[in-house]
Structures are given as structure tokens and as C-alpha cells.
């Protein structure tokens, strides 16, 4: 069914006809790809990942994504991501819950302060206290804040930012 005409029927512009009544009658919520879905998970991974020191913009370099998205999921601004970042942040998280960040220099002892800081401030829960259910809506975890020294020093992971031009002129190219 064309997109004009489910949103002609549903501003009322147009009235079903039987045919179009038995195909939206068809239809499932599994069967239809979600666009974004909630974020709430995804933001507590991330605010887990600052308790072991792992500042924005490191987690966005190991993304591949812009700090400032990274950032503003951090603070609770978005009440909805997309699936693939989800999916992203959850696989970096697995990888890093358990792992402080790295402080070799100065600049990387400054940002995990910094990162940890940010948890003490917003009192919040360290990866081992956030149980399996957290990408549930409204999911809060039982604990707070607490320090976490990890199982070690988390590796590097560094991949190219990827912006909306290069993400569309890349479609258009084959494999």
C-alpha cells in the first residue's frame, strides 16, 4: 500500500475501501521494521560505561559516531534511537562493561576524571548492577552509584566518523 494513501486515511481525507480494509487488517506490529526504539537502554549503558571512566567521546571514536549524539543520549535528551546504534552501543558495551578506560596520558586521566565525575554527579549505576531486563521502557535500575574498578584496562577501538552525506553516496556504491 503506498505511504499516500495510509496517510490519506488516517487525516481522513479518504475512506477505506473493502480491498484496503482487508489488507490493513493484515497487518501485525512484528510484521512492520521499527524506526527507532526506545532509548533507555541504550542510555544506561552508556552512563555505565562513564562510571568505569569511558568518557563521550571516546565511546562516539569506538562508535563511529558524533560525540555530540553520544552526549546528548547521555543526558536523556532523546527518548528514541535507532536500532543500529542501539545495537552498536549494546556490542560496545558488552565489550567495556567490565573494563575501565585507559589512562596513560594526562588528556586520557583527564577525560576518565572526567567521565567518572559525571557519574558521581547524576548517580549512576555501574554495568553490574543494571540487570538483563533494562531495555524494557521505564526500566530503573535498584542501585546507585557506587565505584567499579573493572577486570582491566579496556582496548582501543577507533572508527571513522560517519556523516549523512558519506552514509548516502556509500549506498550508491556497490560492496
Same mark, same amino acid.
Given at each position: 500500500?503506498a505511504?499516500g494513501t495510509?496517510?490519506d486515511?488516517?487525516?481522513?481525507?479518504?475512506?477505506p475501501t473493502?480491498?484496503t480494509t482487508?489488507?490493513?487488517l493484515?497487518?501485525?506490529g512484528g510484521? +512492520?521494521? $521499527?524506526?527507532r526504539?526506545d532509548a533507555g537502554?541504550t !542510555? *544506561? &549503558?552508556?552512563?555505565?560505561?562513564?562510571?568505569?571512566?569511558?568518557?563521550?567521546?571516546?565511546?562516539?571514536r569506538a562508535?563511529?559516531v558524533r560525540e555530540?549524539?553520544?552526549?546528548? +543520549?547521555? $543526558?536523556?535528551?532523546?527518548?528514541?534511537?535507532?536500532? !543500529? *546504534? &542501539?545495537?552498536?552501543?549494546?556490542g560496545?558495551?558488552?565489550?567495556?562493561?567490565d573494563?575501565r578506560?585507559?589512562?596513560?596520558t594526562r588528556?586520557?586521566r583527564g577525560?576518565?576524571?572526567?567521565? $567518572?565525575?559525571?557519574a558521581?554527579?547524576?548517580?549512576?549505576?555501574?554495568?553490574?548492577?543494571l540487570?538483563d531486563d533494562?531495555?524494557?521502557p521505564?526500566y530503573?535500575?535498584?542501585?546507585?552509584?557506587?565505584?567499579?574498578?573493572g577486570t582491566?584496562i579496556?582496548?582501543d577501538?577507533?572508527r571513522?566518523v560517519?556523516?549523512r552525506k558519506?552514509?548516502r553516496?556509500?549506498?550508491n556504491k556497490r560492496p
Amino acid at each position: 500500500m503506498a505511504p499516500g494513501t495510509v496517510h490519506d486515511l488516517a487525516s481522513g481525507r479518504r475512506r477505506p475501501t473493502p480491498a484496503t480494509t482487508r489488507a490493513l487488517l493484515k497487518v501485525r506490529g512484528g510484521t +512492520l521494521p $521499527r524506526a527507532r526504539v526506545d532509548a533507555g537502554g541504550t !542510555r *544506561l &549503558r552508556l552512563r555505565a560505561l562513564h562510571v568505569m571512566g569511558h568518557g563521550s567521546a571516546r565511546i562516539a571514536r569506538a562508535l563511529g559516531v558524533r560525540e555530540m549524539t553520544i552526549r546528548c +543520549l547521555v $543526558r536523556g535528551d532523546a527518548p528514541t534511537v535507532r536500532p !543500529r *546504534l &542501539r545495537d552498536a552501543v549494546t556490542g560496545l558495551y558488552d565489550a567495556w562493561w567490565d573494563k575501565r578506560a585507559p589512562e596513560r596520558t594526562r588528556a586520557e586521566r583527564g577525560a576518565a576524571t572526567a567521565a $567518572r565525575r559525571r557519574a558521581i554527579a547524576g548517580n549512576w549505576c555501574a554495568g553490574v548492577g543494571l540487570d538483563d531486563d533494562l531495555d524494557t521502557p521505564g526500566y530503573k535500575p535498584a542501585s546507585n552509584w557506587r565505584p567499579a574498578t573493572g577486570t582491566g584496562i579496556a582496548p582501543d577501538i577507533h572508527r571513522p566518523v560517519h556523516s549523512r552525506k558519506n552514509n548516502r553516496s556509500r549506498k550508491n556504491k556497490r560492496p
